[in-house]
């Protein structure tokens, strides 16, 4: 008898939504909620007033936890938040200005993104997790750009194949995803593997590429920042590690009894 292989589920990536799932942040912009908070938090946009940020977060474990595909989330959630009124163009109260606006709410366009982005960043923390574990084994990180995307971006075409060490400040600006709709993935390299690859005839960057930097301006906050030109202003930073500590932070909250586990550690 062939011996049946069953997927298991993704632990990692599920812990770290699973964190973030713990505390549930109604916003009206996504740039409400800035960076690495968004490890330590879930948020959809327009979804204050809505009784619907949980139903969403629930849709995104039951995904990531039994491998659905995004037609099969979005054809179970669609109906839920049509019922609830989280659908189409909908009134919905700025508390920054204090005003209503008219603005679009769910749509599949909006769901595909909600989806993606938890996803992708879900995945990078369960990855991070495993470069932690094995960093001493697995020391470097390969950046891939992977082939065939219908708009690949030239910078992060540029970026394939820089091999880096784990703790490498780059990353903590470069780690993907570090965009919106971005599929780039990093691979964990040990000195062996590197060898491989090039013998193979992977032509390795061992520094990272030289590029610059612009100015963002959050017009919510009116807080200014700089971003390395190629990455999206708000993913600047890096989403699987931050995922990673998160996780890290809950269990030692839950270890010791304490119930502040979202504050960043000092």
Known sequence: MDAVLTPLPPRDAIAALFARGQRLDPEFSWLDTWQ???ARSFTVAKSAGFDILDDIYQGLVK???EGKTFRQFAAELTPLLQTKGWWGQQPAFDPLSDETHWSQLGSTR????????????????GHWSSFERNKATRPFLRY?????????????????NTVLPVDHPWWSTHACPNGWNCHCTLQGLSQRDIDRLQREGEKLKFEPVAGTMRKFVNKRTGEVTTVPDGIDPGWAYNPGKAGYISVVEQDLARKTGSSDWSTPAT
């Open 63 to 65: 995904a990531l936890s």
């Open 36 to 38: 690495q908070a968004h």
């Open 110 to 125: 909006r769901l595909t993104t909600i989806f993606d982005v938890n996803m992708r960043v879900s995945y990078a923390a």
């Open 144 to 160: 891939v750009h992977l082939e065939g995307q219908e708009h690949p971006r030239p910078l992060h075409a540029l970026w394939h």
